[in-house]
């Protein structure tokens, strides 16, 4: 519209003139020139106005609807692995804490939870569970003697308490009371035996580590 009136302001400024009836006469450019009505309101139509007047509401939402988006595959692949990848993590750190939260028993040489093992690091007291080991059978005194000289002592709160009842049984006796009362008569086979073991250890060490074998509490529970 504003193209228009523009237009028609040029116009205006120029002039010409035409002989008519005997003399000249002043004839503005734009009654020359004029356009047909409907071809002004054609100019000024503007494109946009008549795509949409041609244009549906149903055949526009055809042409702008949004597809919806492909999912990348590779991320969804990584994205389910991820949760796999964290669980197995886990396995691993799960069964590291385990392995590391167990010993090897250096008696009967079998894996178990550190609550069900001690170490021992008295020297005195592996004799004394030793002697227990040979009076039952399970060791020699070959055995007895590797086991002793390694200073790796762990070892199953188990093996004390049959330990203590072997040799209570051996001496014929029901409690440490008892233990101490006996005589060096009786108490001499127990000693051949330690002193196959070690023969330096005396019979007064080893009532003592006895008696340190003996209220060394277990961490799980037991008679003793």
């Known amino acids: 519209?504003?193209?228009a009136v523009i237009k028609d302001e040029i116009i205006e400024e120029t002039h010409n003139f035409t002989f008519k009836n005997g003399e000249y006469v002043e004839v503005k450019q734009e009654e020359i020139e004029e356009k047909p009505e409907y071809l002004l309101e054609k100019e000024i139509k503007t494109e946009p106005s008549d795509v949409f007047e041609n244009n549906n509401s149903?055949?526009?939402f055809e042409d702008v609807e949004l597809k919806p988006k492909e999912c990348d595959s590779r991320n969804y692949e990584n994205a389910t692995r991820a949760p796999d990848a964290l669980i197995h993590r886990k396995k691993i750190y799960l069964m590291r804490n385990r392995t590391s939260d167990?010993?090897?028993?250096?008696v009967c040489h079998m894996t178990k939870d550190i609550s069900k093992l001690y170490q021992i690091s008295s020297k005195g007291i592996r004799i004394v569970l030793m002697t227990g080991c040979v009076l039952?059978?399970?060791h020699s005194v070959d055995q007895a003697k590797s086991y002793i000289a390694n200073k790796e002592g762990s070892t199953c709160y188990s093996h004390r308490k049959e330990t203590i009842?072997?040799?209570f049984e051996h001496l014929g006796v029901r409690n440490i009371q008892e233990f101490f009362k006996c005589p060096t008569l009786v108490t001499g086979g127990l000693m051949?035996?330690?002193k196959n073991i070690n023969p330096n250890f005396t019979k007064h060490q080893f009532n003592h580590a006895f008696k340190l074998l003996y209220v060394r509490k277990p961490k799980v529970s037991s008679s003793l």
């Open 1 to 3: 519209m504003n193209e």
């Open 102 to 106: 167990r010993r090897i028993c250096r």
């Open 58 to 60: 149903d055949c526009f």
């Open 136 to 138: 039952r059978g399970t």
């Open 165 to 167: 009842d072997k040799i």
């Open 192 to 194: 051949d035996i330690v």
